[in-house]
């Protein structure tokens, strides 16, 4: 890998909650503490979405300083599309949560081709939150699912829940990875859960996403 690391933070294009008319997009602060700690880390960071252009967003909370600094810096408008940006240009790929993923990130080629290209040559795959809907469906390039036989971190049907949308939603995050052959492992609501396994490093909940980014540095070679 190059001197620079370089960090590819994904955000959904998807806005709304199934047929619930409720706006979503990408969790700010999913997106926000990563990037900040990243940067203070001396790595180079790239935002880019499923669609490209503008990215909606979703719990921007603008008193937050690690937020204020993400959307001054970023511009959300403007996101690269994720079908033409190259693996081969980063050592980590992010996935940062909030409910739109559960739509437009699973099964999705373009997050595949980018995933399964990072962590083939070494680098680093790692999802927040609902980020980890982008690991549903995800295969490399022997066929087998990037997630078969690891812990992974991930929203809990529990947390689903209490937010009211389990039966929203189009599946049940955990339930989908636990298909594929991952070993789901939940802490308690809204607390911070972080798991490593290899080069995937998944959290549970927004309150996750600044420990996956931490953790993400410690493996880094």
């Not at 529990?158 to 995050?173: H, N, R, S, Y």
């Not at 802490?187 to 290899?198: E, K, L, M, S, Y």
Request: overall charge negative; some cysteine.
């Amino acid at each position: 890998m190059g001197a620079m690391t370089r960090v590819l933070i994904i955000l959904t294009s998807h806005d709304t909650i199934g047929s619930t008319g409720r706006r979503t997009g990408f969790h700010a602060g999913e997106a926000a503490e990563p990037w900040h700690v990243f940067r203070d880390a001396g790595f180079d960071v790239d935002v880019a979405s499923v669609a490209g252009g503008a990215a909606p967003v979703d719990s921007r909370d603008d008193l937050d300083p690690a937020q204020e600094a993400f959307f001054r810096a970023v511009d959300i408008e403007r996101t690269a599309r994720a079908a033409d940006v190259s693996p081969g240009d980063y050592d980590v790929v992010f996935f940062a949560g909030g409910h739109g993923t559960m739509w437009d990130f699973p099964d999705n080629a373009d997050l595949e081709r980018l995933a399964a290209g990072v962590y083939e040559r070494g680098g680093v795959v790692a999802a927040v939150c609902h980020g980890p809907a982008a690991l549903v469906g995800l295969r490399l390039s022997d066929g087998s699912y990037l997630v078969d036989g690891k812990r992974v971190a991930a929203f809990t049907n529990e947390e689903e829940t209490i937010v009211g949308l389990a039966d929203t939603v189009p599946f049940l995050l955990a339930d989908a990875l636990i298909k594929q052959g991952a070993q789901h492992v939940a802490a308690a609501p809204w607390t911070p859960q972080v798991i490593a396994d290899g080069r995937l490093v998944t959290g549970q909940n927004p309150q996750s996403a600044r420990g996956v980014a931490e953790q993400i540095i410690t493996i880094l070679p």
